[in-house]
């Protein structure tokens, strides 16, 4: 068994990073072999529409075929036996990283074919992590389930299962005071990273052993 994980954060040992590293941690407890990708350390782009992954008789159904560092990436994913993405929130959204590489990795599998039916002939479990620097009210009186839902349905349809993991009100700095930020409490807000974040932690161990039950 294989799981990939997707780093779509530009830092590679805080938040989100942490907790695909926990994910993977849950899924080599099952007996998975795991490895952790960066997408910041990689050169890519989004999808350039070149729609040669709608060719009749494509040679490589399913996987995008504009070649750049991505491929490798995306391929390892195509075998992989569950993927799990990780992103922080920017702007109501993931960063552009991350959504660069979910539509190379969405697209190729979607046809355009009555129901948009995927070419999957297996089913590959997707997780979603996603770390916030706001609370889980805010996030809901914010709207942000207009993103995390139809992301989560579309997924679901053409890999055939996909979970969330939300960590809410995360730890952004080590020293709030060297910063212009004003509007959060340093004290509350290590409080509550020092109660809820290994809670977290152990919310993804247990969501990257549970991709491999599915």
């Known amino acids: 068994m294989k799981v990939i994980a997707i780093n779509g954060s530009p830092r590679k040992n805080k938040n989100t990073a942490t907790l695909l590293t926990k994910a993977l941690e849950g899924a ?12 910041y350390e990689r050169n890519f782009k989004g999808c350039v529409s070149c729609f040669a992954c709608k060719v009749k008789d494509c040679k490589m159904p399913g996987i995008c075929l504009y070649k750049d560092s991505m491929t490798s990436m995306l391929e390892k994913c195509m075998e992989a036996d569950a993927i799990i993405l990780g992103s922080p929130i920017y702007f109501w959204d993931v960063t552009g990283e991350m959504r660069s590489f979910i539509e190379r990795l969405m697209f190729p599998v979607l046809t355009y074919t009555e129901g948009y039916k995927g070419l999957l002939t297996r089913k590959i479990p997707i997780g979603i992590i996603y770390t916030m620097n706001v609370t889980e009210n805010f996030m809901k009186e914010s709207g942000y389930s207009k993103l ?36 959060f409490d340093e004290g509350k807000k290590k409080a509550w990273h020092d109660e809820q974040f290994p809670k977290d932690c152990e919310s993804a161990f247990n969501l990257g052993a549970r991709l491999l039950e599915v």
């Open 28 to 39: 080599a407890s099952k007996g998975a072999e795991t490895e952790l990708i960066h997408l």
């Open 148 to 183: 995390f839902e139809p992301m989560q349905a579309g997924l679901e349809r053409l890999f055939g299962h996909c979970e969330i993991l939300n960590s809410y009100d995360t730890l952004q700095f080590d020293d709030y005071s060297k910063y212009h930020c004003t509007v």
